[in-house]
Every structure is written in structure tokens, then in C-alpha cells.
Nanobody, 122 residues
């Protein structure tokens, strides 16, 4: 079993930045892709960004493209989400996920973290 632990969330003003981190308890083995999803109150979990094992493939939702950057450090079993130019509509609980390949659907990921709250004030 792989455990994923997110950190880095918080309260920030619109236009500000946050950096989320997700540490895996061990190498995820065949679960080579990592992703971030956001879930606002009363809404479904939405794809934000994903990255493959080597970091050569990155996929972003249109709503975050150009503002968010996903990266990973395999030596530390950690994936990051740099969030810039934050907007109030980015407010959500952000979850880290691990899966076999890059996917935009939550169903494509077998392992999930507990989430970290990001709140953007206007």
C-alpha cells in the first residue's frame, strides 16, 4: 500500500502563489503517473495536472494552463504543484493521486492522499 501525504495548502490573496507537495511513503512501483485534482464544496473532483514518471509528459486542465506547473523529484518520491496567479475560483481541497499512466479522470488513479485546503480570497 502506498500512502500519499499532501502539504502546502493555505489561505492566499488573489494573484498570489502556493506550492503544494505530495510525498509518497515509497516508490509507487507500477503507479508511475502522479496527478493533482481539486474539489470545491458541492462539486465533483476536477483534474488539474498530471505528470508521468520521467517528467517528459505533463497534462494540464485548460483552467490552470499557464498558471500551474507540475513537477516531481523521484529521488524524494515527491510531486509538486506550483500555483501562480491564483484566483478565487481555484479555492478547493487539492488531492494528490498516483496511477499507472497519465489520465484526466479520477478513475485512472489507484492511490489518493487526504487532501490539502487551498483558499483564495478576492
Amino acid at each position: 500500500q502506498v500512502q500519499l501525504v499532501e502539504s502546502g495548502g493555505g489561505l492566499v490573496q488573489a494573484g498570489g502563489s502556493l506550492r503544494l507537495s505530495c510525498a509518497a511513503s515509497r516508490r509507487t512501483g507500477s503507479s508511475n503517473a502522479m496527478a493533482w485534482f481539486g474539489q470545491a464544496p458541492g462539486k465533483e473532483r476536477e483534474f488539474a495536472a498530471a505528470i508521468n514518471w520521467s517528467g517528459t509528459t505533463k497534462n494540464y486542465a485548460d483552467s490552470v494552463k499557464g498558471r500551474f506547473t507540475i513537477s516531481r523529484d523521484n529521488a524524494k518520491n515527491t510531486v509538486y504543484l506550483q500555483m501562480n496567479s491564483l484566483k478565487p475560483e481555484d479555492t478547493a481541497v487539492y488531492y494528490c493521486a498516483a496511477g499507472i499512466r497519465v489520465a484526466r479522470s479520477p478513475g485512472g488513479y489507484a492511490y489518493w492522499g487526504q487532501g490539502t485546503q487551498v483558499t483564495v480570497s478576492s
